[in-house]
């Protein structure tokens, strides 16, 4: 026996994934066309060329802290779980109200009353990465000799505002908590992870005074899509090893059933799709694979890093993958599409929309591929299995069920008009960071069971109830 196996513990965790997960989002939207007619830009160009219908917001209400408390607190009520079986809690998030104390402090509100201080993990922060790289810590320390038998919750949080102008329709909040475990309904596949790093400012926030990012936004797609480019190609070359393919055919998009990007707008995810087509196709003619891609030859010669905003090749990839986008991507855009851009929590919206959109029956035995992307940058490729063992399928079943409130939800949302919205905006712009403050938007708008902040002292410090859980 190798030192490897020796130290093994006993009951070694396997089928390690999500076993539960919950969504939250803003109890009011803004409708795109109107903020279209609002912003006094072409018809169309939220709608059709960003992709969006509505866009959910916050008011001085709620911040980082209630978001995170409301999805926690929903998600241990919704699943019956034990306080005392979480040992390791992880936030990651970009929506930063304090340079030393974390979320996780704030959540460990939850867990005192019942008696629980030993919870591992803590704030981890890289733009809209940050969720991902909290779910891989968690996915670290289960696999780990660290590991005490306990269960790991990870939450993605923010709330994504822009200055006025081009970036604000692309804006949203929300959050999702997801509890992690062994024999999980859906599976984190071991040994299939791929991840590109760099140095730029596409987008950050050097102003903590501020809500708002510095933006680039061309520099910020460019940046999205090579970083798509080198996981994915890292990710298939990974596959392509651990899992070969008998009839010799390279790894490609129709390995997974599904595919989930982070979602800026729905507009850039479909031209992602696109792009991994591409991406199977540049391999495929450096491999000399007789993969079919029929009237695209004259792109054969094609580099990469040269197409980024070449409209011909992103239009006939468009065309070419649209049966594609239909089938694996637009089902997972559902949230994208009603909320708009969540930051970190983004990506793991997209999980929610497909188990929502697809019934149980389809996701069994699915494999899933996932990109996650932070601007500054940080990325991920990586890929989920469906359970289709059926001990672990009625797990799934009860984790679809547990999201079956959403649609309801979303449609229960008040519309507010683009001035409202804009005032709105102005007024958080005007208090962030001020103390003392108290908020003054109506608590009678937010969801039953959300909490929300009540006040903040003179010293900062954050004071939160809970709207009760029956009216
Ligand atoms: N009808 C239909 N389509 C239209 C119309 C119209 N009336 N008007 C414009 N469009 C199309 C454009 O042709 C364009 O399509 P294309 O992307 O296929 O070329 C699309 O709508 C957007 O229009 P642009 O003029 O390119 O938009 P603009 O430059 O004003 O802003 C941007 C878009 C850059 C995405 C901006 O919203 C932004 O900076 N957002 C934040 C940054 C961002 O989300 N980056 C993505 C990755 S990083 C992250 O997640 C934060």
Not at 84 to 94: D, F, H, K, P, Q
Not at 185 to 190: A, E, Q
Not at 354 to 380: C, D, E, H, Q, W
């Amino acid at each position: 026996m190798d030192q490897h196996n020796m130290d093994r513990k006993p009951g070694w965790p396997d089928n390690v994934g999500i076993q539960a997960i919950e969504l939250i989002f803003p109890s009011q939207y803004v409708d795109q066309k109107e903020l279209e007619e609002f912003d006094g830009v072409s018809e169309g160009k939220y709608t059709i060329g960003l992709g969006q219908s509505k866009m959910g917001f916050c008011t001085d209400r709620e911040d980082i802290n209630s978001l995170c408390l409301t999805v926690v607190t929903c998600l241990l009520e919704r699943n019956s779980i034990d306080h005392a079986s979480i040992g390791r809690l992880e936030v990651g998030t970009e929506t930063i109200i304090d340079k030393s104390k974390s979320v996780k402090s704030v959540l460990m509100k939850i867990f005192e009353e019942h008696g629980n201080y030993s919870i591992e993990g803590i704030d981890t922060t890289n733009a809209c990465y940050g969720g991902t790289a909290a779910l891989f810590n968690a996915i670290s320390w289960i696999e780990s000799s660290a590991w005490d038998g306990r269960l790991a919750i990870v939450v993605a949080a923010d709330i994504a505002l822009y200055a006025k102008g081009n970036a604000r329709p692309t804006g949203g909040a929300g959050a999702v908590a997801m509890l992690i475990g062994p024999e999980a309904p859906l599976i984190f596949d071991r040994g299939l992870r791929s991840t590109y790093m760099r140095h730029v400012y596409d987008f950050y926030k050097p102003n903590l005074e501020s809500e708002y990012p510095v933006v680039d936004g061309k520099l910020s797609i460019q940046c999205y899509l090579s970083a798509l480019d080198n996981c994915y190609q890292m990710y298939c070359e990974k596959a392509d090893k651990i899992m070969p393919d008998k009839n010799q055919s390279l790894w490609n998009v129709n390995c997974f059933d599904s595919i989930l990007f982070h979602s800026p707008y729905c507009k850039l995810v479909q031209k992602s799709l696109g792009r991994l087509v591409l991406n199977d196709f540049v391999r495929a003619q450096k491999a000399g694979s007789k993969d079919s891609y029929a009237g695209l030859e004259k792109f054969s010669d094609v580099k990469l890093e040269d197409t980024y905003f070449d409209k011909e090749i992103e239009k006939e990839f468009l065309v070419f993958s649209k049966g594609c986008f239909q089938d694996k991507t637009e089902p997972n855009l559902f949230l994208a599409n009603q909320i708009g851009n969540m930051y970190t929590p983004s990506l793991y919206g997209g999980l929610v929309s497909l188990l929502i959109m697809k019934p149980v029956n389809v996701l069994a035995g699915s494999r899933i591929g996932l990109f996650s992307y932070g601007s500054g940058l940080a990325s991920s490729f990586y890929s989920i299995r469906v359970s289709s063992n059926s001990s672990i399928g009625s797990k799934l079943d009860s984790l679809v069920k547990s999201l079956s409130h959403i649609q309801g939800q979303l449609e229960s949302r008040k519309k507010v008009s683009p001035e409202e919205f804009s005032k709105i905006l102005e007024h958080r712009e005007k208090n962030h960071h001020l103390a003392p403050y108290t908020p003054s938007a109506p608590v009678a708008d937010l969801f039953l069971g959300t909490w929300y902040l009540k006040h903040v002292d003179e010293k900062h410090r954050r004071d939160y109830e809970r709207v009760p859980l029956s009216s």
